[in-house]
């Protein structure tokens, strides 16, 4: 079974610019979550997506938005970028039961530097 | 809201030997608590979790003991090896939500050989 499949693995963007990086969960699986990685803040929470619907949003600025599609394949957009938002930034799909559905599974990641 | 705090930060222990990570939450609702192993350009990988109505698991060479009163769970891999070498997060959560999972600020093990 194919794991959570990330892209772009690696995106160089100048500041003011936008992005979209793209998911997709392992197969089955429903619910798609995305987290920023830094070294100084960690893993951060940006949004919770099940079945097309935005069922929770981090404390991220309102420039950072998503949405998950009807196969289950989610997109986070970032415009207007700044230098702090370089970070690694993290897709994980949910056990589809609904009983475990805390159990996350990553992907690899995208890498981004804004410069 | 909840807070996880992780400890040590780095951790460099022989090869063979035992390492131990610990971590504090501070909301005392949390009833699920995960372990994440991050591996150099790969993103976490659930190694192993606990309910708040068990007091420890095992799998293999891997353990983690909770402590519900004191609001403390661990890490313990026993017989390590080199490629246990990886970047241990913990975390609590206080739903079955991925939004509500609060991760611990990570630490680096290091295996020496």
């Known amino acids: 079974k194919a794991g959570v499949t990330q892209t772009p693995r690696y995106l160089i963007k100048t500041r003011g610019q936008q992005v979209t990086l793209s998911c997709s969960p392992i197969?089955?699986?429903?619910?798609v979550s995305w987290y920023q990685q830094t070294p100084g803040q960690g893993l951060q929470f940006l949004f919770e997506?099940?079945?097309?619907?935005?069922?929770n949003k981090g404390n991220f600025p309102g420039r950072f938005s998503g949405r998950q599609f009807s196969n289950s394949r989610s997109e986070m957009n970032v415009s207007t970028l700044e230098l702090g938002d370089s970070a690694l930034y993290l897709c994980?799909?949910?056990?589809?039961?609904?009983?475990?559905?805390?159990?996350?599974?990553f992907g690899s990641g995208t890498q981004l530097s804004v410069l | 809201g909840e807070n996880v705090e992780q400890h040590p930060s780095t951790l460099s222990v022989q090869e063979g030997d035992s390492a131990v990570i610990k971590c504090t939450y501070s909301?005392?609702?949390?009833?699920?608590f995960p372990w994440y192993k991050q591996e150099l350009g790969k993103g976490p990988q659930l190694i192993i979790d606990?309910?708040?109505?068990?007091g420890e698991k095992k799998d293999q060479r891997i353990a983690v003991t909770l402590n519900k009163t004191a609001k403390h769970f661990s890490l313990h891999i026993t017989e390590t090896q080199p490629e246990d070498s990886a970047v241990y997060f913990c975390?609590?959560?206080?739903?079955?939500?991925?939004?509500?999972?609060?991760f611990g600020s990570g630490t680096r093990l290091s295996i020496r050989p």
């Open positions: 994980a799909s949910s056990t589809p039961d609904g009983v475990e559905n805390e159990k996350l599974f």
């Open positions: 197969s089955g699986h429903r619910s």
């Open positions: 997506y099940f079945s097309e619907t935005q069922r």
């Open positions: 909301d005392s609702a949390s009833n699920y």
């Open positions: 606990i309910r708040s109505n068990v």
């Open positions: 975390a609590a959560s206080i739903s079955r939500s991925a939004s509500k999972i609060i």
